[in-house]
């Protein structure tokens, strides 16, 4: 018997999934990537801030705005990645805004460095210098947009989806049989015959009347009294000591009364 409810248990175990705890990433690698990562973003956003303002120079702008024209093109793209980074527990179609525009401005930031680049010392076309300085307005409406978004799902309660604990199979332990019990017949011990009197029982005395009342027209001018109280039937011959009948007639009696 133990050595089938220990088969039992072994073969339920290797059944059950096995739980592996997660493993860290060491902190050297960790520093490594966050130090690479500030340093290509830096040197990117550099170079990208230089060829715009030189880009935007290109346009027609003084130099004051030639240096705000690569805020204009770069910023978005830095503000939509914080909100879709704000937005990771939110559903998908939450986070489609702050996508859209994450993808569009880098599209934007490249094709400002690569037009800059083509027309290096070279007067820009006025088609292009049109869609270059049509950006800005399109950008405030969109970052508005954006703002306004992150700012309306901030303020929603997050749906998680519960997850399903794994189910573990349990070892089944039969329990042993008990063993049969040795019943001993006791000996049967037959009872006396029992002699029972009945004795007279007397029959309960019947409950005394409540009195009655005799109605007066006092008595009839308290009960209308305490029915424009509020009081109902049982409660106005509770208090004056008069039937529940006598005091409906006596309302029905002054209802006439008023009638006629």
């Known amino acids: 018997m133990a050595a089938k409810t220990q088969a039992k248990t072994t073969a339920a175990r290797k059944a059950a999934p096995k739980k592996t705890a997660p493993r860290s990433v060491p902190r050297v690698i960790l520093r490594v990537t966050y130090l690479l990562v500030a340093v290509a973003g830096v040197g990117s956003l550099v170079l990208s801030y230089a060829a715009l303002m030189?880009?935007?120079?290109?346009?027609?702008?003084n130099d004051v705005s030639a240096a705000?024209?690569?805020l204009i093109l770069d910023a978005p793209l830095v503000g939509a990645s914080v909100a879709y980074a704000a937005l990771a527990a939110?559903?998908?179609?939450?986070?489609a805004f702050p996508l859209a525009l994450l993808c569009g401005y880098a599209l934007v930031s490249v094709l400002?460095?690569?037009c800059e680049a083509a027309y290096a010392g070279d007067a820009i076309p006025t088609a292009l210098r049109v869609a270059w300085l049509s950006v800005p307005p399109v950008t405030l409406v969109l970052i508005v947009e954006l703002g306004l978004v992150v700012g309306r799902r901030a303020a929603e309660p997050v749906k998680t989806k519960p997850t399903p604990a794994a189910s573990v199979a349990e070892p089944v332990v039969e329990a042993?049989?008990?063993a049969p019990a040795v019943v001993v017949p006791e000996p049967v011990v037959e009872p006396e015959p029992?002699?029972?009197?009945?004795?007279?029982?007397d029959a309960p005395a019947p409950a005394p009347r409540a009195a009655r009342v005799a109605m007066t027209p006092e008595l009839e001018a308290r009960i209308r009294e305490l029915r424009a109280g509020g009081?109902?039937?049982a409660a106005i011959a509770s208090e004056t000591g008069a039937s529940k009948t006598a005091?409906?007639?006596?309302?029905?009696?002054?209802q006439v009364g008023e009638a006629a």
Do not use: Q
């Open 68 to 70: 705000i024209f690569p």
């Open 112 to 114: 400002g460095n690569a």
């Open 231 to 233: 009081l109902s039937l």
């Open 54 to 61: 030189r880009l935007g120079a290109a346009c027609g702008l």
């Open 247 to 254: 005091v409906g007639t006596a309302l029905k009696r002054a």
């Open 194 to 201: 029992l002699h029972v009197v009945a004795e007279p029982v």
């Open 90 to 95: 939110h559903p998908t179609r939450a986070r």
């Open 176 to 178: 042993p049989a008990p």
